[in-house]
């Protein structure tokens, strides 16, 4: 058993989404908030500790075509966030230094209402587990048991205009506690980007948890997006400002190497990056290599997004 909780039985089948992927229904959630008032355990207890807020349960994936998650050590401590250095241990022996309370994140630009959420806020969104294939760019992927709620609920929120087209994504850049800040690898802030429709597509979320617990520092806490059909670069850690805009906004993965690093970054085996091959990819802790599927596995639900695009051009 890989998850400590039960399912309620009513939880009922989303169509829109494939059931692997939502393991967790607004019925389980009333479940759940029952199960705690007859006195039982709190789902994510990490993240119970961490604020005070009604603690959603979530659901065990049963379908046994789930990939098995990586092993929380690994996913703790093989690590890219270079604002803590570019080695992969880096992040889990230094992220100690980032403080994550208070966080505020601020949503402005092409909106109706811009907001600005504490860390607090975003925890009362009807938080999830999702257990999402994360496919680095460098061909390594891992299987990580996410929590946290669609990143189009909180763009909802704040009512974007007729005139928002893109989101742009900003991550914290203060040298005193990031350390990586020193060198000028990236452009810092880190930042990211995606087109409106794929900020609102509902594979993509702001992850608060992972394993059950708040994230780790080293893995983007307290807020960082989530968007397992691109390649991990997008998903961009430690979030302090979202910007709804009219133009596709500036990357940092793509400004220090436009060749290299697209803006779409969709994972896609047909389209090798220009020193490695993307046909294949080593899940951390094993052995042998897998074959990259298309958008990483998630072809079905995103692929019109993409519709009549040339994806070798917009890689
Ligand atoms: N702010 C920030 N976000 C970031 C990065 C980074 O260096 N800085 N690295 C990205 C890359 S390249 C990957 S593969 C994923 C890794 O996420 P993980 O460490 O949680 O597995 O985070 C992404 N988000
Ligand atoms: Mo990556």
Same mark, same amino acid.
């Given at each position: 058993?890989?998850?400590? #909780?039960?399912?309620?039985?009513?939880?009922?089948?989303?169509?829109?989404?494939?059931?692997?992927?939502?393991?967790?229904? /607004?019925? @389980?959630?009333?479940?759940?908030?029952?199960?705690? @008032?007859?006195?039982?355990?709190?789902?994510?207890?990490?993240?119970?500790?961490?604020?005070? %807020? *009604?603690? $959603?349960?979530?659901?065990?994936? *049963?379908?046994?075509?789930?990939?098995?998650?990586?092993?929380?050590?690994?996913?703790?401590?093989?690590?890219?966030?270079?604002? #803590?250095?570019?080695?992969?241990? !880096?992040?889990?022996?230094?992220?100690?230094?980032?403080?994550?309370?208070?966080? *505020?994140?601020?949503?402005?630009?092409?909106?109706?209402?811009?907001?600005?959420?504490?860390?607090?806020?975003?925890?009362?969104?009807?938080?999830?587990?999702?257990? +999402? /294939?994360?496919?680095?760019?460098?061909?390594?992927?891992?299987?990580?048991?996410?929590?946290? #709620?669609?990143?189009?609920?909180?763009?909802?929120?704040?009512?974007?205009?007729?005139?928002?087209?893109? &989101? @742009?994504?900003?991550?914290?850049?203060?040298?005193?506690?990031?350390?990586?800040?020193?060198?000028?690898?990236?452009?810092?802030?880190?930042?990211?980007?995606?087109? =409106?429709?794929?900020?609102?597509?509902? =594979?993509?979320?702001?992850?608060?948890?992972? +394993?059950?617990?708040?994230? $780790?520092?080293?893995?983007?806490?307290?807020?960082?997006?989530?968007?397992?059909?691109? +390649?991990?670069?997008?998903?961009?850690?430690?979030?302090?400002?979202?910007?709804?805009?009219?133009?596709?906004?500036?990357? @940092?993965?793509?400004?220090?190497?436009?060749?290299?690093?697209? %803006?779409?970054?969709? &994972?896609?085996? !047909?389209?090798?990056?220009?020193?490695?091959?993307?046909?294949?990819?080593? /899940?951390?802790?094993? %052995? %042998?290599?897998?074959?990259?599927?298309?958008?990483?596995?998630?072809?079905?639900?995103?692929?019109?997004?993409?519709?009549?695009?040339?994806? *070798?051009?917009?890689?």
């Amino acid at each position: 058993m890989l998850f400590r #909780f039960k399912v309620p039985s009513q939880a009922r089948e989303d169509e829109v989404t494939p059931r692997e992927l939502f393991l967790t229904r /607004r019925s @389980a959630i009333a479940g759940g908030a029952a199960l705690m @008032a007859a006195g039982g355990l709190p789902a994510f207890p990490g993240l119970a500790k961490a604020a005070t %807020f *009604q603690v $959603p349960t979530t659901v065990s994936p *049963q379908d046994p075509k789930l990939d098995a998650p990586t092993p929380k050590e690994s996913a703790t401590t093989y690590n890219n966030f270079y604002e #803590f250095g570019t080695g992969k241990t !880096d992040p889990s022996e230094r992220a100690g230094s980032l403080r994550t309370s208070p966080w *505020q994140v601020v949503v402005d630009g092409e909106v109706a209402k811009p907001m600005t959420f504490g860390i607090e806020d975003l925890l009362k969104f009807p938080l999830e587990e999702r257990v +999402y /294939r994360l496919r680095c760019v460098e061909a390594w992927s891992m299987v990580i048991p996410w929590i946290g #709620f669609p990143l189009a609920e909180l763009l909802k929120r704040v009512e974007p205009s007729w005139t928002a087209r893109y &989101v @742009a994504f900003q991550t914290l850049a203060d040298p005193a506690q990031m350390p990586g800040l020193r060198s000028p690898v990236l452009k810092w802030p880190y930042t990211e980007g995606l087109r =409106l429709d794929e900020a609102m597509h509902p =594979l993509a979320i702001l992850s608060v948890g992972m +394993y059950g617990e708040v994230l $780790p520092n080293q893995n983007g806490a307290p807020v960082r997006l989530v968007v397992p059909w691109k +390649y991990g670069y997008k998903s961009i850690k430690s979030v302090v400002r979202i910007t709804l805009t009219r133009e596709q906004p500036p990357t @940092a993965w793509n400004l220090s190497q436009p060749s290299e690093y697209g %803006f779409y970054s969709n &994972v896609n085996p !047909d389209v090798d990056h220009p020193r490695w091959s993307q046909a294949n990819e080593r /899940r951390v802790g094993e %052995f %042998f290599r897998r074959k990259t599927l298309p958008f990483n596995g998630y072809a079905e639900e995103v692929a019109g997004l993409y519709k009549g695009m040339d994806l *070798q051009k917009f890689h």
